[in-house]
C-alpha cells in the first residue's frame, strides 16, 4: 500500500505507471442508509418546497418535501405536519454562520441523517426514511453551541426508519487506537528484524537470498497501513514510489522497498544494491526507535480501516507499484490483514452500530479466500498473469469490500454534540 502523500506525475524510465491521483482525503458522509452514513446529493431532486404552513409538499421525484429552518432560534422550524415514509427535508439556512445539521433521537443521540457544511442563506435537501418514533434537528453553528429543536413524534405506521447510528466520540476512539499503536510497536520490532535479513544477503552477494527474504520484510510494513499518516516522512522513505520523481528509477530520493525490488528483479548488482538496502535498514531501525514517541489521531482510525484497502484497489490492484516482482496480490493480502487488525479494535464500537457488521465479516472472508488462492507456497500469481475471470473476481471481492468499509469511516467519524 502506497504511503499517503504520493505524487502523480509520470515516470521516466520503464516502470509502473504513476497514479492519476493521490489516496481520497478525509471525507464524511450524511444519510444512514445499509448501516452507512450516505449523502443526499444537492442538486439531485429537483422541485423543492413545502406549504406555507410546513405541510408538505409534493415534488417531481415524488417524495414530500418539507423545508425546515436552520438557525440559533428556529431550529427545525417548519415540521409541523409530521409523515411516516421516505421523504425529504429542505434545510434553509437562515442564519449569519455556516452549521452542521443533524435529524436526531433526541432521547438516545442517534443520528438518522445529516448534512455538513450548510452556508448561510442556502437551501439543500436531506433524504430519510421515517417510521414511528420520536425525532428532532439538531443545529450546530460554527463556533456556537448546539442548539436542538422541538420534538416530533410519529405514530400509527407500518413502515420501518432507516437506520440510525449513536455518534462515536473521541473518548471511545482513545482506547481502540492505544492499543492498536502497541500492536504497531511489535510491527515494527519484526520489520526491523526482517529488513536485517534482507541487507545481510544483499551485503554478502546473495541476491537470491535477498530476492526470497524482499518479500517477508515488505509485508510486515504492508499491514501495517492504519499508521501510516503517523509515520510522516518514514513512510516515503520505507515504501516509496518513483510518482513525483524526474529521474524515476534512476532519481536519488527514490528509496526503500520499491528501490530495492527494482534493483533485485532488473539484474542490478550486489554492489550496486547494497546503498539502497543499507539506507533502507536504517530507515527502519529509525521508525521503530522513534514510534514509541508517537500518537495517532484517534479521530481517524476508523477512516483509516477504508483507505487501506480502498488504497489497495486503487494503487495494488493497478499494478501502480510493482517494479519487478509481481507481488501485488501479496501485497494486497496483507493489507487485508491489517484492516482486520483494526477492526478487531474497533469491533466493540461497530458492533452496536453497524448493521452490517457481520456481513462485513463476511466480506472480508471472501476476499480473503480470493487472494488466497493466488499463493502457491509463497510464490505468488502476478497480476499480469490473471484470467479475466479471476481478474473480475478480484476486483469484484476487494471492491465490494472496499464500499462496506465505507461504512466503517463514516461510523467512526466523530460528530459535535455540543
Given at each position: ?7 502523480a506525475?509520470?515516470?521516466t ?6 497514479p492519476?491521483?493521490?489516496p481520497a482525503?478525509r471525507?464524511r458522509?450524511?444519510?444512514?442508509a445499509?448501516?452507512a452514513l ?7 431532486l ?5 406549504g406555507?404552513?410546513?405541510?408538505a409538499?409534493?415534488?417531481?421525484d ?8 436552520v ?5 427545525g422550524s417548519?415540521?409541523?405536519h409530521?409523515q ?9 439556512n ?8 443533524y435529524?436526531t ?9 445529516e448534512?455538513e457544511?450548510?452556508?448561510?442563506g ?9 417510521g414511528n418514533g ?5 443545529c450546530?453553528?460554527d463556533?456556537?453551541?448546539a442548539v436542538?429543536?422541538?420534538t ?14 449513536v ?17 504497531i510497536?511489535?510491527?515494527t520490532?519484526?520489520?526491523a528484524?526482517?529488513?536485517?535479513v ?12 535477498a ?6 520484510a515488505h509485508?510486515?510494513y504492508?499491514?501495517?497501513?492504519a ?6 516522512d518514514?513512510?516515503?522513505a ?5 510518482a ?8 536519488a530520493?527514490f528509496t526503500g522497498?520499491?528501490?530495492?525490488e ?11 544494491l547494497r546503498?539502497?538496502?543499507d ?5 527502519v ?6 514510534w514509541?514517541?508517537q500518537?495517532?489521531?484517534?479521530a481517524?482510525?476508523g ?10 484497489v486503487?494503487?495494488?490492484l493497478?499494478g501502480?507499484?510493482?517494479y ?21 479494535y ?5 458492533k ?10 463476511d ?11 493466488f499463493?502457491h507456497?509463497?510464490?505468488w500469481?502476478?497480476?499480469?498473469q ?5 481478474r473480475?473476481k ?5 471492491g ?6 465505507a461504512?466503517?469511516?463514516?461510523l ?7
Open positions: 500500500m502506497p504511503g499517503t502523500a504520493r505524487g506525475e509520470a515516470e524510465e520503464p516502470g509502473p505507471p504513476a492519476s491521483s493521490g482525503t471525507r458522509t450524511a444519510l444512514l445499509a448501516g450516505v449523502a443526499v446529493a444537492a442538486g439531485v429537483a422541485a423543492r418546497g413545502s406555507s404552513d410546513g405541510q409538499a409534493a415534488a417531481a415524488g417524495l414530500p418535501h418539507t423545508t425546515v429552518e438557525a440559533t432560534s428556529g431550529c417548519g415540521w409541523t409530521p411516516a415514509g421516505h421523504q425529504v427535508f429542505e434545510l434553509h437562515t442564519s449569519s454562520t455556516a452549521a452542521e445539521v435529524l433521537d433526541p432521547t438516545t443521540g442517534a443520528v438518522y441523517g448534512v457544511g450548510l452556508a448561510p442556502t437551501v439543500r435537501p436531506l433524504g430519510v426514511t421515517l420520536s425525532y428532532a434537528f439538531k450546530l453553528p463556533d456556537a453551541d436542538t429543536g422541538p416530533v413524534r410519529i405514530t400509527g405506521s407500518k413502515v420501518k426508519s432507516g437506520p440510525a447510528a455518534p462515536i466520540t473521541q473518548q471511545e476512539l482513545i482506547p481502540p487506537t492505544l492499543a492498536y499503536q502497541k500492536w510497536q511489535a510491527r520490532v519484526e520489520l528484524r526482517k529488513t536485517d534482507l541487507k545481510t544477503a544483499v551485503d554478502r552477494g546473495d541476491l537470491e537470498a530476492r526470497k527474504a524482499w518479500l517477508p509485508l510486515v504492508e499491514r501495517m497501513g499508521a501510516y499518516g503517523t509515520f510522516g518514514s513512510d516515503g520505507i515504501n516509496g514510489t518513483t513525483g520523481l524526474s529521474g524515476g528509477v534512476r532519481d530520493g522497498f520499491h528501490r530495492v527494482y534493483g533485485l528483479w532488473h539484474g542490478e548488482s550486489a554492489s550496486e546503498g539502497p538496502a539506507q533502507l535498514a536504517k530507515d531501525h529509525a521508525l521503530e526507535s522513534n514509541p514517541s500518537r495517532m489521531d484517534p481517524d482510525t477512516l483509516r480501516a477504508h483507505e487501506i484497502l480502498e488504497n489497495t486503487q494503487f495494488e493497478t501502480r507499484t510493482d519487478g516482482s509481481g507481488t501485488n496480490l501479496a501485497t494486497a493480502r496483507a493489507n487485508l490483514d491489517g484492516t482486520r487488525v483494526l477492526l478487531g474497533l469491533g466493540p464500537l461497530l452496536t452500530r453497524d448493521t452490517g457488521y457481520a456481513e462485513l465479516g466480506w472480508m472472508d471472501r476476499a480473503q479466500h480470493t487472494l488466497d488462492g499463493d507456497s509463497g510464490k500469481t502476478p497480476l499480469a490473471l484470467t479475466r475471470p479471476q473480475e478480484v476486483d469484484s471481492d476487494l465490494g469490500l472496499v464500499e462496506r468499509l461504512d466503517v469511516a463514516a467512526t467519524d466523530v460528530r459535535r454534540t455540543a
